[in-house]
Nanobody
Framework: QVQLVESGGGLVQAGGSLRVSCAAS????????MGWFRQAPGKEREFVAG????????HYVDSVKGRFTISRDNAKNTVYLQMNSLKPEDTAVYYC?????????????????WGQGTQVTVSS
């Protein structure tokens, strides 16, 4: 069992930066692939970025490539999403998720545990 708690969301102007974090409980954090998803009002939850257990492999949705960076610190049981050059269309609730799979999944069904989400709002 893994419990995930996101933090770091907030309000930022377009062009600004924000870092959201996800703290995981449990001693086996390093064995999970981790992902960030987001859900805007009236839209489906979508994959944003993922990282494998060791941090050597990452994957991003095209709309955030070059702007967002996912990273993890297994010693701190934490995964991060650094978001730069934010746009109003990045406004959403951002969710952290953990997967027992060895690869970086992009589907909601690839992930086994979810956090409660943190709101990110980008003003124009």
């Amino acid at each position: 069992q893994v419990q995930l708690v996101e933090s770091g969301g907030g309000l930022v102007q377009a062009g600004g930066s924000l870092r959201v974090s996800c703290a995981a409980s449990g001693r086996t954090f390093s064995s999970y692939s981790m992902g960030w998803f987001r859900q805007a009002p009236g839209k489906e939850r979508e994959f944003v970025a993922g990282i494998n257990w060791g941090g050597g492999r990452t994957h991003y949705v095209d709309s955030v490539k070059g702007r967002f960076t996912i990273s993890r610190d297994n010693a701190k049981n934490t995964v991060y999403l650094q978001m730069n050059s934010l746009k109003p269309e990045d406004t959403a609730v951002y969710y952290c998720a953990a997967s027992r799979r060895l690869w970086v999944g992009t589907l909601r069904t690839d992930y086994d545990y979810w956090g409660q989400g943190t709101q990110v709002t980008v003003s124009s």
